[in-house]
């Protein structure tokens, strides 16, 4: 039996506990949630009705808001907190995980104050007290239709190949299916840069643009993308697979992307504090944006979708007026 800890009792964290519950192997499996009203509430509802409502917990999936009771004895930790949190949480975790413990970072984004990638900040945390084992979980995945068992296809990246196709085992479910590299920077960057193209892709909608630039959109925003991911050290093929492209695709089509949603509605000419403050979830990209413009400023590398975003969120910057910047920037070739 593995006991999985899981830190974060969002949308995410919730899916993986109902994920890794239909999992082939016996997991013991402890979810935690910050708020003590909400982790009582899940626990005895066996449902997350204000960040997963209409998807049952598994009875053995115990929750509560004690981290050190949840983390006590568990053999692999998974991190579903968000980005900017997530330093503080995982020092409040470190003191009660075990040595033997591996850690899966399923986050999406960069810390905002230091612009590192999730896996960085963990091995800051838990070294030099634990060696501890990294992996990287990523891919096109919105929560709730993984939580409803809807075939879903994730990468697990890792620089311990034994420790990715060992977690593989674990983490493959019904309809829950699992990849693994080695290329943990790239996985990481890719996560944190779709978000950042999503918004773009909502401006377009909240604008009423259609088809032509959507795709145009996604096309260069890989690119964009790869030049700063090959830039940090990633492995090209990265970005066009599951971590890069294919949540690419999803988060600037899907109905359920928060990022998108952000975009469509400063498409509309709503202010981004007003657009926030009226969404219970963390949409990723707002703050990870003016961090990958501090690392491709440090690397030499032009961003130029990701810019006019950070313009359109920090700036005021009309959407239009932004776009019309992009489509006159100088003819080159692809």
Not at 86 to 110: D, T
Not at 156 to 179: C, G, I, K, M, T
Not at 183 to 206: P, S, T, Y
Request: hydrophobic share 45%; charged share 20%.
């Amino acid at each position: 039996m593995s006991r999985i800890a899981i830190l974060g009792g969002g949308s995410w964290g919730t899916a993986l506990a109902i994920v890794l519950a239909r999992a082939r192997r016996w997991h013991d499996i402890s979810l935690w949630v910050h708020d003590p009203a909400l982790a009582e509430s899940i626990q005895r509802d066996r449902e997350n009705r204000t960040y997963l409502p209409g998807h049952r917990l598994a009875p053995e999936v115990s929750v509560t808001c004690k981290i050190q009771d949840v983390i006590s004895g568990a053999r692999i930790l998974v991190g579903a907190i968000p980005t900017a949190h997530a330093r503080a949480i995982y020092s409040a975790a470190a003191s009660s995980a075990s040595p033997r413990s591996v850690f899966v970072s399923a986050a999406k984004g960069l810390e905002p104050a230091t612009h590192k990638r999730m896996s960085e900040v963990v091995l800051e945390v838990f070294l030099p007290k634990l060696a501890l084992r990294v992996a990287v979980l990523s891919g096109p995945s919105f929560a709730a239709e993984a939580a409803r068992g809807e075939p879903t296809a994730v990468v697990l990246a890792s620089s311990d190949a034994a420790l990715a196709s060992e977690l593989q085992e674990e983490f493959a479910a019904p309809n829950f299916r699992v990849y693994t590299n080695d290329d943990v920077v790239g996985v990481e960057l890719a996560g944190a840069m779709k978000n950042v193209i999503a918004i773009a892709a909502g401006v377009c909608q909240g604008l009423d643009l259609g088809s032509n630039p959507l795709a145009a959109l996604i096309t260069r925003g890989l690119a964009e993308m790869s030049r700063l991911a090959a830039a940090l050290g990633a492995q090209p093929e990265t970005l066009t697979g599951l971590a890069g492209l294919g949540d690419l695709v999803l988060t600037c089509t899907g109905v359920l992307s928060r990022n998108r949603q952000v975009g469509i509605e400063l498409g509309k000419g709503r202010a981004l504090g007003e657009i926030l403050a009226g969404m219970r979830m963390v949409a990723e990209g707002v703050g990870t944006t003016a961090a990958l413009l501090a690392l491709a400023r440090e690397a030499k590398v032009e961003l130029p979708i990701t810019e006019q975003v950070a313009a359109i969120l920090h700036h005021e910057k009309p959407p239009r007026e932004a776009i019309r910047e992009i489509m006159n920037r100088p003819q080159k070739r692809e």
